[in-house]
């Protein structure tokens, strides 16, 4: 039986956020989710509420560590405590290093790394304060290999994964550590990419693709093991993903 927990989603308006919401709450846990477009945001809360399920959101931006520290306290008020941060957040603008698209570079950096490094700083106060807690990466396959466009992703998912496999060996055996690292997926990251010949690319490398719930429940088996038990890392991909 699923003991119910308060989880706190990133980047939940769409995509792997929002279908993890909509697993995680159907399982009984209670949601709190966070992204820039807060109708997104409410219309999925409205959904999940109508549904049986505690449900809320709040305006988040991830790349501020003042907002993902007042978006952890405020569910820690709301709910007495916080036993999972996913941080899921993150843009994928595609493209080749000479096309010199440095803002989007940024971009990623900001949102892929920061944005995760933030999250932790916000959660892992409360977490040690409680005595347990999960905090979980959604990293990509793209933290395992490097293709042609991908440099600048896979070097802030690379970091990513790095950045939560050491915070795994720090915190000892109260908090646990996992990534998750989705192959080809449907969702809206690829709408970011700017540059014609990544996009037209991307058109073709995702005609396999995993339904976003497919991560999803990757990420909800991970939280419903028992307590003493740390799952790693999942790495998760279509069958006909190379």
Do not use: C
Not at 31 to 42: K, Q
Not at 60 to 89: Q, S, Y
Request: glycine share 8%; net charge negative.
């Amino acid at each position: 039986m699923t003991t119910e927990k308060t989880v706190l989603i990133t980047g939940a308006s769409s995509g792997i956020g929002a279908a993890t919401a909509r697993v995680l709450a159907e399982a009984g846990h209670r949601v709190v989710l966070g992204a820039r477009r807060t109708d997104r945001l409410d219309a999925l809360v409205a959904e999940l509420r109508e549904g049986g399920a505690t449900a809320s959101a709040r305006r988040l931006d991830v790349t501020d560590a003042a907002d993902v520290v007042a978006f952890v306290e405020a569910a820690r008020d709301e709910h007495g405590r916080v036993d999972v941060l996913i941080n899921n957040a993150g843009v994928m603008p595609l493209s080749p290093l000479e096309s010199l698209l440095v803002d989007q570079w940024d971009a990623m950096i900001d949102v892929n790394l920061r944005g995760l490094l933030h999250g932790i700083a916000a959660a892992l106060p409360v977490m040690r304060a409680q005595g347990s807690g999960q905090l979980i990466t959604v990293a990509s396959i793209g933290a395992h290999l490097v293709v042609p466009t991908s440099a600048v992703y896979s070097a802030t998912k690379f970091a990513a994964w790095a950045v939560t496999e050491g915070l795994r060996q720090e915190v000892g055996d109260r908090i646990r550590v996992t990534t998750i690292s989705p192959g080809v997926t449907e969702s809206e990251l690829a709408s970011t990419i700017t540059d014609p010949d990544a996009a037209a690319a991307m058109v073709e490398y995702r005609r396999d693709a995993l339904p976003a719930s497919a991560v999803a429940r990757a990420i909800a088996y991970a939280i419903d093991q028992p307590d003493d038990v740390d799952v790693n890392e999942i790495v998760v991909r279509p069958t006909a993903q190379v």
